[in-house]
């Protein structure tokens, strides 16, 4: 009955744990919550209020595709005032978040068996996202001892290994590592790719607020004109301003992509919620939250230190975003109880929710099976219990 298409991918494991987790909790069990991809904070009020204030005013209607001129405006105001970026409106197409997006993107891009490169760790969906668009995922392996990030060498080998390539993805702050790529480091990367002017370049900057000090966050959009008019700004509202459940992010890109994005959504979702857009300029035209980020780079420090501590387990501070990612292959070969041999991340995810009431997320889905994604969403003290819970059921 279903499609070859659709049987080609996973529900995303993110999800599937965070569903596990919270059936455990209405079930009554104190779980602990470390699988979570959202801030732990609220929508800011004036945000809100600037939704409420668009029901009231009856804002309820279909709008243009791509979104609201209003907040397609507000969008270049913030490109240029924040990333000193120009674009025009009809550059922008807002959709239902910055998955939505992304999914748009390779829609739009790919043909049957084009390639796409992805830095693993990757986040969940791109290899996914990719299949389902018919196009090939293609990995460029970037280790913890490489602090998550692929060298310039890399990037040169596979694009010449890979003739098909059509586009890269670069994910800077990353979801799972909280990698941030240096400006330089960036920089490097795009001389290789001025090789291969054909090949465009998605960049995934959900994150890029969430970026802990000295590390500097910067877009391949900036390296020049050229580089801007084959890169694809992936953005989203839902980590900067806490906005996950409004579904609200966009893409900035050459005009002919961001019509053909726009002609998909006119035939797919239509627009991104009307009253959620008037939010959405609330957002880009009011202030950041950062005591927000900078309570994320507070627990960013303490989680490191309380990893470290974990037999079995190794780990990097992270950079940015909200998550650290340990590689926890120390533990594997392991009998933790009786009858459970740890044989991989899935299996220690598994065991430290079922024994610790621990929900993490395990590296398989991230094309890096060796290491575990601890969302820092969650309070310093909800982080040193967990981490003490864990310590407790683990061998020493
Ligand atoms: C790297 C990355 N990109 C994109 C997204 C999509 O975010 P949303 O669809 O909520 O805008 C996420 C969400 O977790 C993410 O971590």
Known sequence: MLSERINRIQPSPTLTISAKAKAMRAAGEDVIS????????????????????????????????????QLREAICRKLKRENKLEYAPDQIVVSCGGK???????????????????????????PDQVLLADGVPVFIQASQEQGFKITPQQLADCLKAHPRAKAIVINSPSNPTGAVYPPAALRELCQVLENYPNVLIISDEVYEHMVYAPNQQWSVASYN???????????????TYSMTGWRLGWTSSSKELASAMAKLQSQSTSNPTSFAQAGGVAA???????????????RGKVIRELLKD??????????????????????????????????????????????????????EGFGAPAHLRFSYATSE?????GINRILQVLPE
């Open 34 to 69: 470390f699988d979570v991809g959202e801030p732990d904070f609220d929508t800011p009020e004036h945000i809100k209020e600037a939704c409420i204030r668009a029901l009231r005013d009856g804002d309820t209607k279909y709008t243009a595709a791509a979104g609201t001129p």
């Open 100 to 126: 939505h997006s992304l999914y748009n993107i390779f829609q739009s891009i790919l043909n049957p068996g084009d390639e796409v490169i992805i830095p693993a760790p990757y986040w969940v969906s791109y």
């Open 225 to 239: 004109e050229e580089f801007q008019a084959r890169t694809i700004l992936v953005h989203s509202f839902s980590k």
């Open 284 to 298: 880009l035209d009011g202030p950041i939250n950062t005591d927000m980020l900078g309570e994320f780079e507070h």
């Open 310 to 363: 974990v037999p079995g387990f190794t780990c990097i501070r992270p950079e940015g975003a909200f998550y650290a990612f340990p590689k926890v292959d120390g533990i594997f070969g392991v009998m933790v109880d009786r009858n459970t041999q740890i044989n991989s991340a899935s299996d220690l995810a598994a065991y430290l929710l079922r024994a610790a009431k621990v929900a993490v997320v395990p590296g």
């Open 381 to 385: 003290h909800l982080m040193k219990e």
